[in-house]
């Protein structure tokens, strides 16, 4: 229930030990033990060999490279790190060299080039989804990189990147810390890579014509949350409140988009999307199997008013359960989720089941299925693999406005939103990586048994 950080020795004869303490809501705290010993040789001794046991875990990080990114969320990285996080890292004797970003993809463009990954043993981005996506697109790139591997290849095997990668939330959802760990509280965060957690997870690669786009790590989304978040980005101004507001303005628009989902069905696995059972903390509870025999591909077709792809159970403050409760982070699968057309009432239901625990895919227009790889390809690109949203888009839709004077019909294409990035491409493959990074996490833990959670008993 508790780990000790590190003994300080104070002048006067009493000793104390500051420790980590598991308290509810998956919430850690520093705690600390104060001890008395009138023989000063062997309090001293006491401090030695503790400092040594400590010493002894190759799993804790010494130097970390750390990233603050200052503008996301409520602008408040450089406050949390240096209140929160700094003090914990300067006790626990981690030094750090620390990089505030200027630019977007400043971290990513740094990791990719210059940084000196040898002298770290791991890396720590402060900031929010965006912020931890550009430090594995970093990592990641430079691992294929070094070793010599062409990223463009939907069926390249890619390398796992060696540093671990900690997620201090600063951001506006921090879906992934909440995902991981189970709370967005920046000291459990920081103790988590204090103790030296380690956390293994799947990475999707999305290509479009042989051509690498990006990486994702929690949600791929087309239709619904990619009209989301290409209406959001044209209100910026509007702060966090324009996903709500780009939410309901998308609902309300129900636009359905018509093409056809390719998909791997992965075979020897955990369990199934619908099963209940949450990716857990603890050995051997989430690993990559190698089927013995590849299975053909499955094909849908039909008219759909979300596909999504989630590599974890996408959870976060306001959906605890999140798009794919059963969803593991380290299986090396992806759970396809497809929202066939269907009423406005009906899509709000489906929509109201991320906020419960009832089994949001028990319903007829929603469908389910674990994958290893999946193409998507809409129906008037069919015969254009070459479609890019971004050069054709005001040709593309004065085109279909002609062929559909309507105004209440759907256009012919969304966008995919991927882990809050709008991909230029609707045609596109993926497939997932299995464990291609290390977190400093443990996945959820289940709750501690004893009686009194805020006073759990010290390791000591």
Known sequence: PSSPLYPVTPSRPPSTVSYVERARQHRWRCSDVTFHCSDGALRQQWIQTIREQLTALTSR???LLVYINPYGGKQQGE?????KVAPLFACASISTDVIVTEHANHARDHLKTEAELKKYDGVVCVGGDGMFSEIVHGLVSRTQRDNGVDQNSPEEKLVPCSLRIGIIPAGSTDCICYATVGINDPVTSALHVIVGDSQPMDVCSVHHNNTFLRYSISLLGYGFYGDVLADSERKRWMGPARYDFSGFKTFLTHHHYEGAVSFLPATDILGTPR?????RAGPNLCFCSIPEYEVGWGVV??????????SMSCACPRSPMGLSPA???ADGT?????VRKCSRFNFLRHLLRHTSKDDQFDMTFVEVHRVRRFRFTPRHCQNDSELDLRENGKQLFSQICRDHPACSCSPAYSSWNCDGEILPHAAIEVGVHCQLIKLFARGIEEQPLFEDLANPPCAL
């Open 275 to 279: 099963d209940k059972t949450r990716c």
């Open 61 to 63: 990080p010494k130097h």
């Open 79 to 83: 406050c949390i790190y240096e209140q």
């Open 327 to 329: 969803a593991h982070l």
């Open 334 to 338: 992806t759970d396809l989720i497809l």
């Open 301 to 310: 077709r039909g008219k759909f008013l979300a596909i999504n792809a989630a």
